[in-house]
């Protein structure tokens, strides 16, 4: 995924279309969410320089000892999502929130992309299907998957059928095409990873 410089955690709320002065464009709706840094890393401890920033707030009940404790040891209410982030301009307890962004950045977002479940080669590999016609009974079936001499097995790698959707993915240059600040909303343009109502992180600069 590469580093992550600065950034917040927003919630994707879905795709609507936006008008331009060069046309109609599809766009992206995230609610970014306010961040409060918890805590930092350091190159004597920790070999690297970070800041680990909490997002959204949450009752104790729903945090282990551990995450219980670093809230505690910075004096900070409990958070449901941390993220790290390569920075060490910022302190404990310093705070971050969209104004971060504006109109023109080219960000990058990371997220969870949709699960498809245990899915078949022609929705998984684009495979085509077979012939319908003539008593054809491979019609979405996947064929013929190994050698048919010498090692007689299934090469490793094989396109097969399987689990579909599920993983980190990130996007980069996304173009931020509008800020609302009073809704702490940022619109981006085309589409990001991840289904409605999902996490997401907005970040700058970094390699992936």
């Known amino acids: ?46 070999g690297y320089e970070a800041v680990r920033v909490a997002f959204q707030e949450c009752s104790e009940r729903k945090l282990n000892r551990p995450e219980l404790g670093l809230f505690k040891k910075a004096s900070i209410k409990p958070h449901k999502k941390i993220v790290e982030f390569q920075n060490n301009s910022l302190n404990v307890g310093d705070t971050i929130d969209i104004s971060m962004f504006s109109v023109g950045d080219n960000i ?77 909303l940022v619109i981006l343009k085309g589409s990001i990873p991840g289904h409605k109502n999902s996490f997401v992180i907005l970040y700058k600069g970094g390699n992936a």
């Open 1 to 46: 995924m590469g580093k992550m410089f600065m950034g917040l955690v927003g919630k994707k709320l879905g795709m609507t279309s936006y008008i331009t002065p060069s046309g109609v464009i599809p766009v992206t709706v995230v609610q970014a969410i306010k961040g409060t840094v918890a805590d930092k890393r350091t190159v004597e401890k920790d």
């Open 108 to 184: 990058n977002v990371t997220g969870i992309t949709r699960g498809f479940g245990t899915s078949g080669t022609i929705k998984r590999w684009k495979f085509q299907r077979g012939p319908m016609s003539h008593g054809s009974k491979n019609i979405r079936k996947i064929g013929s998957t190994g050698v048919g001499t010498g090692m007689s097995k299934i090469i490793k790698g094989k396109k097969m059928p399987g689990h579909m959707g599920n993983v980190k993915r990130t996007v980069k240059n996304i173009s931020v095409v509008d800020l609302m600040p009073e809704d702490y």
